[in-house]
């Protein structure tokens, strides 16, 4: 798992990278948020089948809340925790999401 600075997003940085085969995009600020997943610094979190996927192929979307809900895959939810402990060092408490 890496990940990839790509520059400033809004009013945090933009990082890209590959968890478990999957491609993920993060915008992740400086310090945590009630809007973070977790209640952490990333507040918005895309995950692609891979790189070449376009928006509307994605597998999971938080933009300070799950569209949809949180992901049901268990992949899917591995990739997000490694990403939230990659990010935050913490884990992510699923019934706490569900009731964002």
Known sequence: MSF?????????RLFEGEVDGYFVQAQVFSEPSPYGIAEGRISRLIVYPDRSAGFHRNLANYDRGWDGG????TRIRTVVEKTVRHFDGKNVDWS???RR
């Open 4 to 12: 990839q600075e790509k520059g400033p997003w809004f009013m945090g």
């Open 70 to 73: 949180p992901p049901n895959d």
């Open 96 to 98: 706490f999401e569900a």
